[in-house]
């Protein structure tokens, strides 16, 4: 298996709803990424997870929060959103080093929409 | 910090011509730069890598110290080279993979 999968693939909420966005990878990849990408715009690097530690956090507001449970796993809740949090999310993995060691797998994304 | 910078949002060639897709960078250390792909409807991907100095799919790119740049060439484009190109780069920080903004190559037939 050499995907990574994102669930849901749309989300629709309110700005007092509380939600979590779901990634699962089965390919012994130990660093996990979440991008945040608006339309039109690259991917920006939200937080990064190296073996199940939060190793980067790119100083995003605090109504995203990451969970790492396990290695296979990696979650993003979320809480009290605002419109303009409305984006694709993406999750990637990858070896343990990071980009300098391997490819970053990317999975679909979570296209979210915050009203 | 770390920065990319791809100076062509759209490329459109017709298919059989060069095709050249810049990329400068901005870091002080020695950087690893990456070419990711996405063809339409699916997934971001890893197309190549500097240090692996190969050819994927006929496009090759080389890591120009000199002049900050990792610029990606094909001698011949094709139709299914149509998609959306970001180039990345990867510090010293080893995690952090920061992309350009995105060229859109439109290869016309």
């Known amino acids: 298996d050499t995907e990574v999968t994102q669930t849901p693939k749309h989300l629709v909420m309110g700005m007092t709803n509380k939600k979590s966005l779901k990634c699962e990878q089965h390919m012994g990849h130990r660093a996990m990424y979440w991008y945040k990408q608006k339309a039109k715009k690259p991917p920006e690097l939200m937080f990064v997870y190296s073996y199940e530690k939060l190793s980067i956090n790119e100083s995003v507001p605090s109504r995203f929060s990451p969970e790492c449970p396990n290695s296979s796993l990696l979650n993003l809740h979320l809480h009290a959103l605002q419109p303009e949090d409305s984006a694709l999310y993406l999750c990637?993995?990858?070896?343990?080093?990071?980009?300098?060691?391997?490819?970053?797998?990317f999975g679909e994304g979570s296209r979210l929409t915050v009203l | 910090a770390q920065r990319v910078t791809q100076p062509e949002k759209l490329l459109s060639v017709f298919k059989g011509a060069p095709v050249e897709l810049k990329c400068n960078y901005s870091?002080?250390?020695?950087?690893?730069l990456f070419w990711y792909v996405q063809y339409s409807r699916q997934r971001l991907q890893l197309l190549l890598r500097?240090?692996s100095r190969e050819s994927i799919k006929g496009f090759t790119a080389d890591l120009n110290k000199g002049e900050t740049s990792f610029h990606l060439k094909k001698p011949f484009a094709q139709e299914e080279d149509s998609a959306m190109y970001y180039c990345?780069?990867?510090?010293?920080?080893?995690?952090?993979?920061?992309f350009g903004g995105g060229t859109r190559l439109m290869v016309k037939p």
């Open positions: 870091y002080s250390g020695s950087p690893e």
């Open positions: 990345a780069l990867s510090g010293q920080a080893g995690n952090m993979l920061t």
């Open positions: 990637a993995s990858s070896l343990p080093g990071g980009p300098n060691t391997g490819e970053l797998f």
């Open positions: 500097h240090i």
